[in-house]
C-alpha cells in the first residue's frame, strides 16, 4: 500500500507565507504527476498546482505568480511554497499522487492540512 502524509498547515496573517510538503511511503515504485488541491467550506474541491513528471507546473490564474509546486523525487515528495496569501485562500489542502506500486498505477491522496488566512 501507499500513503501519503502531509505536512505545513497552519494559521497565517494576510500577506504571509506558508509551505506544505507531501511524502509518498509504502511501495512506491515511480511517481508520476503530483498535484495539490483545496477545498473550501462548502465550495467544491479546486486544482491548485500539478506537476507532471518531466513536464511543465501548471496553476490556475487564482494563485499563478503567489504559488509555487516543486517536487523531489528522489524524496518521493511535493512541496508547495505560497506566498502573499489571502484570506479567499483559506481551505484545506490536499496533495495527490499518480503513483506505480507493485504492478498498476494508482491515484492516492494525502489527508489533507487545514491552511487558514486571517485577514
Known amino acids: 500500500q501507499v500513503q501519503l502524509v502531509e505536512s505545513g498547515g497552519g494559521l497565517v496573517q494576510a500577506g504571509g507565507s506558508l509551505r506544505l510538503s507531501c511524502a509518498a511511503s509504502?511501495?512506491?515504485?515511480?511517481?508520476?504527476?503530483m498535484a495539490w488541491y483545496r477545498q473550501a467550506p462548502g465550495k467544491q474541491r479546486e486544482l491548485v498546482a500539478q506537476s507532471p513528471s518531466g513536464g511543465i507546473t501548471d496553476y490556475p490564474d487564482s494563485v499563478k505568480g503567489r504559488f509555487t509546486i516543486s517536487r523531489d523525487d528522489a524524496k518521493n515528495t511535493v512541496y508547495l511554497q505560497m506566498n502573499s496569501l489571502k484570506p479567499e485562500d483559506t481551505g484545506v489542502y490536499y496533495c495527490n499522487m499518480n503513483v506505480r506500486g507493485v504492478r498498476v498505477w494508482s491515484d492516492y491522496w494525502g489527508q489533507g492540512t487545514q491552511v487558514t488566512v486571517a485577514s
Open positions: 509504502g511501495r512506491v515504485r515511480s511517481i508520476g504527476r
